[in-house]
């Protein structure tokens, strides 16, 4: 039976359906392209151009159905669940931030301030920045 | 200091950690700042910066270079006397760099005092997103759930256990933060490169 799911990766919170069987939880694959936008070709998950082959099909498609823990095993994710809330969330690999931190130049992002303005770390190119991460705890 | 150094191309861009405007707020406004002050309730900077405590500070250089990279250094002595730091050296570098690019590290520099992003690290993270996404719908129980096994999984990464204190009802400096400090945090490699006492 197919159930209401929450699906976060990064930013982004989808709200889909999901079928819940023992401790897993299965996506139709129509439901992964319109959440996460990957699709199961025959050279592995793609998004756009870029595709990730998969080494354990049988993990990943049970019965028409994509499995999450397998989508997270294949794509390299970590993945938090819970069953209970029909909540889960999709992290990024360890190499990924590793990489982006060696390449030496400071990640970007955009946040709100007191008034809910956006700023950009980009905005400040040209001027020295000290970046300075602090909180009221 | 942004008054004293802003019109030799410096801005301090500073990013709460904390669960909304309100909790940042006093300090803020307390601080008259002019600067970009943002809140980061996401934990977006934390994770992108692999930032395991506060305050941590990061040098970026015109061209948008890490140049010297975390460290736990203070604006002020408030709190000296409990972790030992005085912030007068640390200032006084500050003042170097902007005027004279004085004190920046090489691209090896910054790899070599860095802590890295670990499977464990992201796990934590990625729970703690979780956790963070149930608390703003009210499901506490659920929340706590996964706030804990961030905690086991990252368990001196103060950003998420100090950090998830005042979301779970805990006061940060209560007995629960004394425990936490009992077991110990996560120190990064410039904590023996920067001078933390005044000479």
New interface residues.
């Given amino acids: 039976m197919s159930e209401p799911f ?1 699906l ?1 990766e990064g ?1 982004a ?1 989808h709200e889909l359906s999901a079928t819940l069987s023992g401790d897993s939880v299965r996506l139709e694959p129509a439901a992964l392209e319109g959440s996460l936008g990957w699709t199961l070709k025959p050279e592995g998950l793609c998004r756009g151009d870029a595709c990730v082959p998969v080494r354990d099909r049988a993990a990943l498609l049970k019965d028409g159905l994509v499995d999450l823990a397998g989508l997270a095993e294949a794509l390299g ?6 069953l ?2 029909r ?8 190499e990924v ?2 990489a ?3 390449r ?4 970007d ?1 955009t ?4 008034e809910g303005r956006m ?1 950009s ?17 | 200091m942004y008054e004293e150094l802003g019109d ?11 669960r909304c ?1 309100d ?7 307390g601080a008259g700042a002019t600067h ?5 309730s ?1 934990h ?8 395991v405590n ?13 140049c010297r990279p975390h460290d736990v250094q203070f ?1 002020t002595d408030t709190f000296t006397a409990f972790h030992g730091k005085s912030s007068a050296p640390y200032l006084e570098m ?1 003042r170097a ?2 005027r004279s690019g004085e004190g920046a590290m090489s ?1 090896d520099e ?2 070599a005092h ?1 802590i ?4 464990a ?3 934590a ?3 703690r ?3 963070w ?2 608390s703003k719908r009210g ?1 506490d129980a ?1 929340a706590a ?2 706030f804990d ?1 961030a905690g086991e999984l990252a368990p001196k990464d103060w ?1 998420i256990r ?2 998830s ?2 979301i779970r009802g805990e006061n ?2 209560g007995p629960e933060f004394f425990k936490l400090a009992e077991e110990g945090v996560a120190v990064y490699p410039m904590d023996d490169v920067t001078p933390t006492r005044e000479s």
């Fill in positions: 929450t976060i930013d919170v994710q970590p993945l938090a669940l819970d209970g809330e909540a889960a969330a999709l992290g990024t690999p360890a931030r590793a982006a931190l060696d030496g130049e400071a990640p992002f946040l709100p301030d007191l700023h770390l980009s905005e400040h190119r040209g001027k020295k920045v000290l970046l300075i991460a602090y909180a009221s705890w | 030799l191309g410096f801005v301090p861009f500073t990013v709460a950690l904390d405007a909790d940042p707020r006093p300090f803020i406004e970009p002050s943002v809140i980061d996401d977006v900077v934390a994770e992108l910066y692999h930032i506060v305050p941590t500070i990061l040098w970026i250089d015109e061209r948008g270079r890490i604006g500050i760099w902007v691209d910054v790899r860095r890295a992003p670990s499977e690290s992201q796990r993270r990625t729970e997103a979780l956790a996404h149930l499901l659920a759930r996964h096994r950003t100090r950090g204190m005042p940060p400096f």
